[in-house]
């Protein structure tokens, strides 16, 4: 199974910003456990970073054409206001979609309550830290392709 993750503005920097709420461990440690994942799945597992909403968006729909069978993004504060990623999200019907966010956002300030994104995608995964992302590949292995809508 191909996986693409897709990490937005300011994940690089995992490690760096604010460790009270994203953690100690840096952005090539989340890279080395999706990695290992993927290893331990039997997935190839594609992760794409990006600070800018267009490129971001160019990648989903790259996806679309590209074998990619699942797509777990988190959109970073994009997820709060991007409706163009929501969109893009929206438009790659043939493959689960899962959102995640490293801090619960529920409990975070009023405008991070807000995904506009989520609609966009099969299953929120929030408040799991880091894990997230493995749970987040679990399901997109657990749901396989949808059919083609295309004409």
Do not use: W
Not at 73 to 81: D, E, L, Q, R, S
Request: glycine share 8%; aromatic share 8%; hydrophobic share 35%.
């Amino acid at each position: 199974m191909k996986i693409l993750v897709i990490n937005g503005p300011n994940l690089n920097f995992l490690g760096i910003r604010e460790k009270g709420i994203y953690g100690t461990t840096d952005y090539n440690g989340l890279l080395k456990m999706i990695s290992d994942k993927g290893e331990s799945c039997h997935c190839k597992i594609e992760v794409f970073q990006s600070n800018h909403e267009g490129a971001i968006i160019d990648r989903i729909q790259d996806a679309y054409f590209d074998g990619t069978e699942g797509i777990v993004i988190n959109p970073g504060a994009f997820t709060h206001y991007s409706y163009a990623i929501h969109d893009a999200l929206a438009s790659v019907t043939t493959m689960p979609k899962v959102e995640i966010h490293i801090s619960d956002i529920t409990k975070r300030e009023d405008f991070r309550k807000v995904s506009v994104t989520k609609a966009a995608c099969d299953h929120q995964i929030y408040g799991h830290g880091l894990e997230g992302y493995l749970e987040a590949i679990d399901y997109v292995i657990a749901h396989p392709h949808k059919e083609d809508n295309r004409l």
